[in-house]
């Protein structure tokens, strides 16, 4: 059974980077089966999908983000990481990394996801 | 961006009663809208995929139709351990996109 957890600081002062790291046990981040996502939830706007990385290591991001956001990813350590830059109080919320499965069929969904973690961007 | 306009916000339902709530898109989505379930301090479990497809492991009280914009999910039988925030999700359109979220609650 594949599990994610999502790994990082708690606390972000403004215009700092935010990084988080997503550690993936029970399937391989390089797997052409799936795509790794972040997507993050506050109370003001929901759950917002801030971008993936693919099997090949590609990304793609939310245009939203005005292109502050990197996500990576270290096969040898089966994990996946965002930074998110120029970090704002507006970038306070819970963030979470999901395995997005159904690819190789036609769909594309979030069938796993991670405990998600508490960022909070404060001075 | 595709927005996905959910409702009602919340609703309040007994035990053993039908829920329904829908969501519909700003644009056509065809049939490429996901369900999730999320309990207070949990992660979203994904329940329907590709509008009507049951997730594996999901009771079959749970139940999703819809193609185009409009779209509807329904649980039939409502039980106490369904009681969480119901979100749809778009997956036709870059960016993917989540509806505002149903809570539901036992009355």
């Known amino acids: 059974q594949v599990q994610l957890q999502e790994s990082g600081p708690g606390l972000v002062k403004p215009s700092q980077t935010l990084s988080l790291t997503c550690s993936v046990s029970?399937?391989?981040?390089?797997?052409?089966?799936?795509?790794w996502s972040w997507v993050r939830q506050t109370a003001g706007k929901g759950l917002e999908w801030i971008g993936r990385?693919?099997?090949?290591?590609?990304?793609s991001y939310n245009p939203s983000l005005k292109s502050r956001a990197t996500i990576s990813g270290d096969t040898s350590k089966n994990q996946f990481s965002l930074k998110l830059s120029s970090a704002t109080v507006a970038d306070t919320a819970v963030y979470y990394c999901?395995?997005?499965?159904?690819?190789?069929?036609?769909?594309?969904?979030?069938?796993?996801w991670g405990r998600g973690t508490l960022v909070t961007v404060s001075s | 961006d595709t927005q996905m306009t959910q409702s009602p916000s919340s609703l309040s339902a007994s035990v053993g009663d039908g829920v329904t709530i829908t969501c519909q898109a700003s644009?056509?989505?065809?049939?490429?809208l996901n369900w999730y379930q999320q309990k207070p301090g949990k992660a979203p479990k994904l329940v329907i995929y590709?509008?009507?497809h049951l997730e594996t492991g999901v009771p079959s009280r749970f139940s999703g139709s819809g193609s185009g914009t409009d779209f509807t999910f329904t649980i039939s039988d409502l039980q106490p351990e369904d009681i969480a925030t119901y979100y749809c999700?778009?997956?036709?359109?870059?960016?993917?996109?989540f509806g505002g979220g149903t809570k539901v609650e036992i009355k």
């Open positions: 999901a395995r997005e499965g159904g690819i190789a069929v036609g769909y594309k969904y979030f069938d796993h």
């Open positions: 029970g399937g391989s981040i390089s797997s052409g089966r799936y795509y």
């Open positions: 990385i693919y099997p090949s290591g590609d990304t």
């Open positions: 644009q056509d989505i065809s049939k490429y």
């Open positions: 590709d509008a009507s």
């Open positions: 999700q778009q997956y036709d359109n870059f960016p993917p996109t």
